[in-house]
């Protein structure tokens, strides 16, 4: 099927000719952060069922405890619209590489950090506190990390296979949801579970370390995109436009902003239901062992990593829309299958409604970091993609597992369903309406 705008893709694709020399440091630096950013939301989504509740929660009983430890998990993303805002306009302004070094930085030392706090049990409530100001840290982070990431790709890489080139930050998620998820795993299986809840846990967070260090010795290597120099070099003189909010100019084109939003709605609470939620709602509310359950969410995360590549690579054939609204159409069908599988309390039946679950999700995901990224034009694309992306997380995903065990727990599954059934139709209301944008020249975008 031909895109609407194959007809103008060789004169659109000047804003860049070939990938540049330095594109594969450019890739893994972008993936880097993604990588780091997932493994510990996965790490972290894993030991809130498990570990974080009753080591900062205690004296409470176990679904208040789940609760409050999912609640702090959502407390960073209260923090990334600040990011976003404020990363997005430096960024904009002052480059892209400069921001994302900085980010990377306090996002991994945010994490790490997490591993050597004090216990309730050791300083009461001040415990609590630390861990709540440390997830903010990493939320203000994230605000300007991955929208930025996504960009740099998008903005280096060839204008053909922007989409395919584009999903490698995306995929970073379930990559780094595979090394979180082998790292309990491995925990799990070397260590008591009292060693584990003493100490074990503490390991999985000081992981971050060594991908702190190499990622910035990645990011420090790469250069300012050559799409953001064209366009500051036209903008010099445009003293006035230049003093102006990057996020105030994204928010001039709100059509732009609201079919990004609606786009992003379905695709991050289906992320957060196979990824997250899944592990909760499994071995809280059904007698699966953890261990089983991060096996599946781990082999499904491959699953998901080959869906985004191949969703990204297939967009660039068929259009943004058609890649996006076959997988939203799948997800809206597989929805209460999926559930359905996990009451058998059958493990294969469980690795099945994961693993079809978040390789359609990825289908959806691949695509969207090219398409968001062409939305915006150039002098306020960090702040605009940032936006979208970070205004999304906040709206669906960071509240997704809370409102699903709530749903449960109060008026059972079949409000889950309907949930997640129903931001999947927003999502493919928003696509369905939005312009094709496959192969557009970026520094042609107005």
Known sequence: MASPVDAVSEGAGKDRPTAPSGFRRVLTGSMAGAILEWYDFAIYGVLAATVLGPLFFPGEDGITKLLLALATQGLGFVARPLGGIVFGHLGDRFGRKPMLVVTFLLLGTATAAIGVLPTYHDVGITATVLLVALRLVQGFALGGEFGGAVLLVSEYGEPKRRGFWAAWPQAGAPAGTVLATAMITVLALTTSDAAFESWGWRVAFLFALPLLIIGFWIRKGVEESPVFREAQSHIAPQTQEKKKSSILLALSRPRQVLHGLGMRLGENIAFYIYTTFVIAYATSFFGFARGDVVLAVTFASVFQFV????GGAWSDRVGRKTAMLVPT??????????????HFESVPLLWIGV??????????????????????PTRYRYAGASLVFQGSSIIAGAPAPFIAVWLIENFGVGMVIGYLAVTMAITFVAVATSKETKGVDLNAVK
Do not use: Y
């Open 307 to 310: 869906g985004m590549i191949g």
């Open 329 to 342: 159409a799948v997800l809206i069908a597989w929805a209460p299958i999926f559930f359905w599988l996990v």
């Open 355 to 376: 693993c079809v679950g978040a390789f359609f999700h990825g289908m959806l995901a691949g695509p969207e970091a090219a398409w968001i990224t062409e939305l915006f």
